[in-house]
C-alpha cells in the first residue's frame, strides 16, 4: 500500500461490494482490449520517503548554485535575497494546497492577497489595471501581443533589437498561427531606434527597460512615434521604484518577469509574470481578475472578476487560454513588496545603481574591456571583451566567480544584486583581468 | 425547520452573531473588527522591514529625466504586522490539508510534504537558470529522468517540459500541429473540440490561429462517431480529445476515432487533464495519440498554490517529434546531459529558460515514491474511490433528486446532474455546493461540463478515505433531506464562512480592481 | 425584474430580440425572457455608430456575470445610435427591457423585413 493511499484490503472489498463488481479491473470494462496497457510500467518500483530524499538531494549536489560561487548572472533572471518570512508564509498550507478561488466564501485569503497583488503593479507601473498573474515574463509579452492583435486588428509587430531574446522567440512561436510579422528595431549604442511615427499597420512596439543590454531606454520619447499602435514595454519590476514608470510615460501594456519579487531562482521557474494596462484595454485582458465588493451582510470581500473574458465561459471568442495565474509566486512578490516598503523599493533601487556604476567603471578599467554601450544603467550592464566571452566565463567560473552571461561572440552580461557587495566586484575585476591577460 | 438557537449551538460553524446581530454575549474578536483590512490600509509612513545593505561603493545618481519623482506606494510596515496580515489572510482560505476537495477535474489529491523539502534544497532553488548545463548536470539529469517517466506513463518517447501550465501545453500542441503540417505543404484551417471539451480546448484553438468545430457528444457520453466522420475532412488539423472525457466516461470507440482522424491526415491531441484515471491501465499513445499534455499540478502532486504555479509538459510520436520546443533536454553518449537548441525545425519557445523546475522537482519526486506500480494503483484507486461514492450517493438516495448524467461505470470522476433537485425541491446546484461550504467541504465543480443541466463534477482522488467519501454522502443527504423541509436555509447558505454569498454583479458592474491610495 | 410581458406594439424575432418600428428606424432591445434568461446584465458591448446589421446575425453582446450571449439583430440596417446609459446602469436591461433598457437605433435598409417578425401574440406563443 502506497504511503499517500489509505484503501486497506478490508475498505476495498468493503467498497467494490457497494459497487457492485467483483473486482478493480472490472471497473475498467470501458477501456477497449486493444489499447490496454497489459504490462506493468517501466518505471522502478517506489522507494521510501528517506531514499527519495537522498535520490534529489543527491542530484541537488551536482548542481553549482548561487550559493556556490559568487555569481554575476543575470539576463531574465536575479539573485536577490529572499526574506524569511517569505518561506514561512508560503509554506501555510491554506496558501499552499488550495485550487483557484471558485467558491469565493472560502478563499478570500487567496481572493485578497490577489487584489492587493493588482494594487501594488499598478503602483510600481503606473497603469490602471493589473491581472492576478501569468506564467511568466517572456509568455507575458506574447500576450501582450495577442491582446494588441486582436485589440487593433492589426498584424504588423516592432520588436526592438534590445528586447529580451527569449522574448523575441516567445512572441514569434505563440503568433505562428496569427497571420502577423515581426519586423526589428534597430539599437545604436544601447538604444532603440524609432525617430518617426510608426505605420498604421502597426499592432503593437515591444521595447525592455532596461532592455536587454541594460541601457535605460527614453520610453517617453519612444512613445512619441507609437501612433495608433499599443507600446508594450517588459519592465524588471525591481527597478520601478527608481526609474519612471511606464503608465506616465504613454505606456499602454507593462508586462515582465515577476522573478526578483521574492521569488527564487529555481533554475528557471515557477515565478510569475505581471500584466498592467491602461484602462482602455480592461476588458481585453488574459487572466485572472479579483475585484472588491460586499456579501449579503454588507461586508467586504473580494471575487473573481470580469470572468466573462475567460475560456471558461467565453470559450474559442475568450481573450486568452490562461486558466490559472501564478497566485502562489505572486503572493511571494507582495509579500516582498510590503517587505520592502515604500522606501525600501527606493533604496534597494539606488543601491543597485551605485555598485552597478562602480562594478561597470571597475570592470571598464580592465585592458581587453569596452563598454558595449554607453547609456545609463540600473542593475546589469554590457561589455565587449576582447576574448571569446565563452571562454572568459569558464575560465572565471573555474576560480569560483561566475562573470555574468556570455552572449554573441565576445559580449558580457554583467548582473547587480544587493548579494554582491564591492568585495565581490573587486574579486570579480581581479578574474577577469587575469582571464583577459 | 427554521434553524434555531439549538442547532446553532451544536453546529460550531456557524456564527451565531451572524444570523442574530443583536445577540451581545457574542464578543467581536479583534480579528473580525479587522475584517478584511488590507495592507495599504495597515500602513504608517516610517515603519519598515528592510533595511538597506551599508553602501560600500561612491554613490551615483541616474540622470534625472529617468528617475521616478514619486516613489510608488507601497505599504511601509514591519515584519510581525506582515507576518499577522498573511496569517490571517490564510485562516480565510479552505484548503487541501484541511479537507476533502473533491472539485472535478482537477484532481485534488494530497501534496506530499516531503516535495517541498527537496525543491528548497539549495542546489535547486538557487540554481541560475543561465548555468552553463555542465555546472548543472543535477539539474538537467533530474529533467531527462521526468521525461523519460513521463514518456513512458504517456506512450509517447519525445516530452518537452516547457509549457507553463496545462493550457500552454495545449498552444503547444496546437503550434507543432500546424509545423508537423505546413512542413509537408499542407495548410490546414479548422480543429475539431467535442462540446464536452474544456474551455481552454476551443480557446486554444482560437490563439494558435485556426477555426472551432464542435463535434457531438452520443448517447453514451462519447463521441459522436457519426458527426466526427462528417466534419473530418482535409481541412482539419487536429482533433482535441480527452479520455476519460469530462463526463467521467472512458470513450470505448477510440480505436475508431484514431483511424478516422488519421484517415483524413490530422493529428491526435489528448487532454491530459484526466490522466489520474489510467496511469498503468492504457496510455494514450497506445489508444493512437500523437501528442499529450499533462497537468504536473493536478496528476503529479504540485500544489495548486490557490491557483498556478503548474507545468504542462506535452508528449509527442515520432513524426512531431523535429517540431517541440527548444531547448531540449538530451543525454549523451558520454553519460552527460545538456541542452540540446541546434533543432532546426522546433517551433522555438514558449517561455523563459526551460520550464518550471520547481515543479519538475516535485513531479520526479513522486514519481519516485511511488514508482510504476504504485502509479498503477493511484489510478485504480482513484477509480474505485469515485465509484464508490457513486454508490454510497445511490445508496443514500442522493442519486433520486441528482441523478449521475450518465448512468454507468465511471472513472476518476463523475458527472450528476442538479435538474431534478432544482425542478422538486427549488434548489439549485449552487445551493447545494453553497452548503456544503457550511458542512465544511469544498463543493465539486459546479456548472460545468455544460452538456448537462445544474452539473455537479465530483472527483475524489485516491487519497481519500473511505470515511471521508461516506462523511461527504451523508452531508449530501443531510442537505436534500433539510431542502425538503426548507429550502430557505440552503438558499440563503453559506452561514459560518468569513464572508457569505458576495454581489459578483455588483464587481463586474462597476470592477474596483485596485485600491485607491 | 418585472413580471414577464410582452408590448402589442413591438415586433419580435425568435432569437428573444424586439424591434420598435418608426418610419423608416426601429429601436431595438432584447425581450424580458431573454433579459430573464441571462440573469442580472453587467456589460452590454454595443457596436459602434455607422456599422451595418444584417437580420439574423449577432450585432452585440450581452454580459451577465457567468454568460456572454450573442444579440441578433431582427431587422437590418445602419446603427444611428446606441444606448449610452446602459455604460453606467447595465441593469437598465432587466429592470426596463422595452424602455431605458433598449439597446441601439437603426435606420432600416429594408422595411419589408418586418413582415417576417413576429407580433406579441405569436411570440408569447413561441415560448410556451
Redesign the interface.
Known amino acids: 500500500m502506497s504511503r499517500y493511499t489509505s484503501a486497506t484490503e478490508t475498505d476495498r472489498q468493503e467498497m467494490l461490494a457497494a459497487i457492485g463488481v467483483e473486482s478493480i479491473d472490472d471497473l475498467f470494462a470501458d477501456v477497449p482490449e486493444g489499447v490496454r496497457l497489459g504490462r506493468p510500467l517501466d518505471i522502478a518500483p517506489g522507494k521510501p520517503e528517506q531514499e527519495v530524499f537522498a535520490r534529489l538531494r543527491d542530484l541537488a549536489a551536482k548542481n553549482v548554485s548561487a550559493e556556490d560561487e559568487i555569481s554575476f548572472l543575470g539576463a531574465g533572471m536575479y539573485d536577490h535575497y529572499v526574506p524569511a518570512l517569505i518561506d514561512s508564509i508560503l509554506s501555510r498550507s491554506e496558501f499552499l494546497t488550495p485550487y483557484t478561488p471558485y467558491q469565493p466564501e472560502i478563499s478570500q485569503g487567496g481572493l485578497q492577497v490577489m487584489f492587493e497583488y493588482q494594487t501594488a503593479i499598478s503602483e510600481l507601473t503606473g497603469l490602471p489595471v493589473s491581472n492576478a498573474s501569468v506564467y511568466e515574463g517572456p509568455s507575458a509579452v506574447a500576450a501582450a501581443g495577442w491582446l494588441a492583435h486582436t485589440h487593433t486588428k492589426k498584424t504588423k509587430f516592432l520588436v526592438s533589437e534590445s528586447l529580451h531574446p527569449h522574448s523575441l522567440e516567445t512572441l514569434a512561436t505563440t503568433s505562428a498561427g496569427w497571420g502577423t510579422t515581426i519586423e526589428m528595431l534597430p539599437v545604436v549604442n544601447g538604444l532603440t531606434q524609432l525617430d518617426e511615427v510608426v505605420g498604421d499597420d502597426v499592432a503593437a512596439i515591444f521595447v525592455g527597460q532596461p532592455n536587454f543590454h541594460g541601457a535605460i531606454e527614453d520610453i517617453a520619447a519612444l512613445s512619441q512615434f507609437k501612433g495608433s499602435a499599443l507600446l508594450v514595454v517588459q519592465a524588471d519590476p525591481l527597478t520601478l521604484g527608481v526609474l519612471r514608470s511606464p503608465g506616465e510615460d504613454g505606456v499602454d501594456i507593462c508586462v515582465g518577469e515577476g522573478q526578483t519579487l521574492g521569488n527564487r531562482l529555481d533554475f528557471g521557474g515557477p515565478s510569475f509574470g505581471f500584466f498592467a494596462a491602461s484602462q482602455a484595454l480592461l476588458r481585453r485582458m488574459p487572466g485572472r481578475i479579483a475585484g472588491e465588493t460586499t456579501d449579503v451582510d454588507g461586508r467586504r470581500g473580494f471575487v473573481l472578476t470580469l470572468q466573462t473574458r475567460e475560456q471558461h465561459i467565453r470559450r474559442e471568442k475568450a481573450t486568452s487560454n490562461i486558466c490559472t495565474a501564478q497566485a502562489l509566486n505572486a503572493l511571494a512578490g507582495v509579500i516582498y513588496l510590503s517587505w520592502l516598503g515604500r522606501e525600501g523599493l527606493v533604496e534597494l533601487g539606488e543601491l543597485l545603481v551605485s555598485r552597478t556604476h562602480y562594478a561597470r567603471e571597475t570592470l571598464a578599467a580592465i585592458d581587453g574591456v569596452e563598454l558595449w554601450h554607453d547609456q545609463p544603467v540600473v542593475r546589469e550592464f554590457a561589455l565587449k571583451l576582447s576574448k571569446n566571452a565563452h571562454e572568459v566565463v569558464e575560465f572565471c567560473s573555474a576560480r569560483g566567480v561566475n562573470p555574468g552571461f556570455a552572449f554573441d561572440d565576445n559580449g558580457l552580461l554583467v548582473a547587480i544584486t544587493e548579494q554582491r557587495s564591492k568585495a565581490d566586484i573587486d574579486r570579480l575585476a581581479e578574474v577577469l583581468k587575469e582571464a583577459l591577460a | 425547520m427554521s434553524i434555531t438557537e439549538n442547532q446553532l449551538h451544536a453546529d460550531p460553524s456557524i456564527e451565531a452573531h451572524e444570523l442574530h446581530p443583536q445577540r451581545s454575549a457574542v464578543i467581536e474578536t479583534e480579528q473580525q473588527r479587522d475584517h478584511a483590512k488590507t495592507i495599504y490600509e495597515k500602513s504608517k509612513p516610517g515603519r519598515r522591514a528592510f533595511v538597506a545593505p551599508e553602501l560600500d561603493v561612491p554613490k551615483h545618481e541616474l540622470p534625472a529625466k529617468f528617475r521616478r519623482a514619486e516613489a510608488p506606494k507601497l505599504p511601509e510596515i514591519a515584519e510581525p504586522e506582515i507576518v499577522r496580515h498573511y496569517n490571517r489572510l490564510s485562516k480565510r482560505n479552505f484548503d487541501l490539508d484541511s479537507g476533502f476537495y473533491p472539485l472535478g477535474s482537477c484532481t485534488m489529491k494530497h501534496n506530499p510534504k516531503l516535495h517541498e523539502r527537496v525543491a528548497a534544497l539549495p542546489g535547486h532553488a538557487r540554481l541560475h537558470p543561465l548555468t552553463n548545463p555542465k555546472r548543472a548536470q543535477g539539474a538537467l539529469e533530474l529533467m531527462h529522468s521526468l521525461q523519460v517517466a513521463l514518456g513512458e506513463i504517456a506512450g509517447l518517447p519525445h516530452v518537452s517540459l516547457q509549457p507553463s501550465a496545462g493550457s500552454h501545453g495545449e498552444l503547444a500542441g496546437v503550434l507543432v500541429t500546424r509545423a508537423y503540417h505546413e512542413d509537408r505543404g499542407d495548410f490546414r484551417t479548422k480543429i475539431l473540440t467535442p462540446d464536452t471539451a474544456h474551455g481552454t480546448n476551443p480557446a486554444t484553438v482560437t490563439m494558435g490561429g485556426y477555426e472551432v468545430v464542435k463535434v457531438g457528444t452520443n448517447a453514451d457520453g462519447g463521441v459522436d462517431i457519426e458527426d466526427l466522420r462528417a466534419k473530418a475532412d482535409d481541412q482539419v488539423a487536429c482533433l482535441m480529445l480527452t479520455n476519460p472525457n469530462t463526463l467521467g466516461v472512458f470513450d470505448a470507440n477510440i480505436e475508431e476515432i484514431a483511424k478516422i482522424v488519421h484517415g483524413v491526415g490530422a493529428t491526435l491531441y489528448y487532454d491530459g487533464a484526466n490522466l489520474n484515471a489510467v496511469m498503468g491501465k492504457t496510455r494514450p499513445g497506445d489508444m493512437g495519440f500523437d501528442i499529450v499534455h499533462y497537468n504536473l499540478h493536478k496528476t503529479f502532486t504540485q500544489p495548486h498554490g490557490g491557483g498556478g504555479p503548474g507545468a504542462g509538459p506535452i508528449a509527442v510520436s515520432d513524426r512531431i517529434e523535429p517540431y517541440i520546443t527548444k531547448p531540449q533536454v538530451v543525454k549523451l553518449e558520454d553519460g552527460t546531459f545538456d541542452l540540446d537548441f541546434d533543432r532546426p525545425k522546433s517551433i522555438g519557445r514558449l517561455r523563459g529558460f526551460q520550464g518550471n523546475f520547481g515543479v519538475f522537482v516535485r513531479s520526479y519526486a513522486y514519481i519516485l515514491s511511488l514508482g510504476g506500480d504504485g502509479l498503477q494503483e493511484a489510478s485504480e484507486l482513484a477509480v474505485l474511490n469515485a465509484n464508490y461514492l457513486l454508490a454510497k450517493l445511490r445508496e443514500l438516495g442522493v442519486t433520486d433528486l441528482l441523478p449521475p448524467a450518465y448512468d454507468r461505470l465511471c472513472m476518476h470522476e463523475f458527472v450528476l446532474s442538479g435538474a431534478p433537485m432544482k425542478r422538486e425541491l427549488g434548489l439549485k446546484t449552487l445551493d447545494l455546493a453553497k452548503r456544503l461550504l457550511d458542512h465544511n467541504f469544498h463543493p465539486p465543480t459546479v456548472y460545468f461540463p455544460l452538456l448537462v443541466e445544474e452539473a455537479l463534477l465530483i472527483e475524489p482522488t485516491e487519497t481519500e478515505t473511505k470515511e471521508t467519501l461516506d462523511a461527504f454522502a451523508e452531508a449530501m443527504a443531510e442537505i436534500l433531506r433539510e431542502g425538503a423541509e426548507d429550502p430557505e436555509i440552503a438558499r440563503n447558505a453559506p452561514y459560518g464562512t468569513p464572508v457569505r454569498r458576495l454581489d459578483e454583479a455588483g464587481a463586474a458592474k462597476r470592477p474596483v480592481i485596485r485600491q485607491p491610495l | 425584474m418585472a413580471d414577464a410581458s410582452y408590448p402589442d406594439d413591438l415586433k419580435y424575432h425568435t432569437e428573444h430580440d424586439w424591434a420598435r418600428i418608426d418610419g423608416d428606424t426601429a429601436v431595438l432591445g432584447i425581450t424580458w425572457y431573454a433579459q430573464d434568461q441571462l ?2 446584465v ?2 452590454f ?1 454595443p457596436p459602434e455608430v455607422g456599422t451595418s446589421i444584417t437580420a439574423g446575425s449577432p450585432y452585440a453582446e450581452v ?6 450571449s450573442d444579440v441578433i439583430a431582427p431587422l437590418s440596417g445602419e446603427i444611428v445610435e446606441v444606448n449610452d446609459g446602459l455604460k453606467d446602469s ?2 437598465q436591461i432587466n429592470e426596463d427591457s422595452y424602455g431605458e433598457g433598449w439597446l441601439v437605433k437603426i435606420k432600416l435598409s429594408d422595411a419589408s423585413e418586418a413582415d417576417g417578425l413576429m407580433d406579441a401574440e405569436s411570440y408569447r406563443q413561441s415560448l410556451s
Open positions: 440573469g442580472e453587467v456589460f458591448d454580459e451577465s456575470v457567468k454568460a456572454v447595465p441593469e
